[in-house]
């Protein structure tokens, strides 16, 4: 396993999640929803990589 073919989805994921947990801390609590925001920020970052690329070129 090539960890360099992944850097950029595990930055993004770290990143989401981070930026989410910033604002979920803003209180200094941490609750179930905001966890669970937390969460989705980093599913949604890490689904990116599962969707593939489109092959097909823009017609313009």
């Not at 979920?24 to 179930?32: E, F, N, R, V």
């Amino acid at each position: 396993m090539k960890i360099g073919s992944y850097a950029k989805t595990i930055v993004a994921a770290v990143v989401a999640g981070g930026v989410a947990l910033t604002v979920a801390m803003g209180d200094d609590t941490l609750t179930a929803t905001e966890g669970i925001s937390v969460a989705l920020a980093v599913l949604g970052a890490l689904g990116v990589y599962v969707v593939p690329n489109s092959t097909d070129s823009p017609k313009r």
